[in-house]
């Protein structure tokens, strides 16, 4: 089953931001979990600022990481509860 552009792109930034919640919270961390592209993550993480999900660098560039303070009108656990699928959508439509 293909997806759409929107929904894999949807999914990608509520996965990132899901990673960067949990702990998974540098491009690296993000790249080796998802084997995704660096630009690919590095442009997810800026985006998700349209979906009102608020992202921020804390550290020094060289050790620093993300954090997320606010998911906005996201349900952070409607992504919890949903992470097999949202992974499924990922794997077969991106």
């Given at each position: 089953m293909t997806h759409s552009k929107t929904k894999t792109s949807y999914?990608?930034?509520?996965?990132?931001?899901?990673l960067i919640d949990t702990g998974i919270s540098t491009v690296p961390q993000?790249?080796?979990?998802?084997?995704?592209?660096r630009r690919?993550?590095?442009d997810t993480i800026k985006s998700l600022s349209e979906l009102d999900i608020i992202c921020n660098?804390?550290?020094?560039?060289?050790?620093?990481?993300?954090?997320i303070?606010?998911?906005?009108?996201?349900?952070?656990?409607?992504?919890?509860?949903?992470l097999q699928h949202?992974?499924?959508?990922?794997?077969?439509?991106?």
């Amino acid at each position: 089953m293909t997806h759409s552009k929107t929904k894999t792109s949807y999914y990608r930034r509520l996965y990132i931001a899901y990673l960067i919640d949990t702990g998974i919270s540098t491009v690296p961390q993000i790249m080796s979990e998802t084997a995704m592209p660096r630009r690919t993550v590095q442009d997810t993480i800026k985006s998700l600022s349209e979906l009102d999900i608020i992202c921020n660098f804390v550290g020094a560039t060289k050790d620093g990481s993300y954090v997320i303070p606010d998911w906005g009108a996201i349900n952070r656990k409607w992504i919890k509860t949903n992470l097999q699928h949202v992974n499924g959508v990922l794997k077969c439509g991106c």
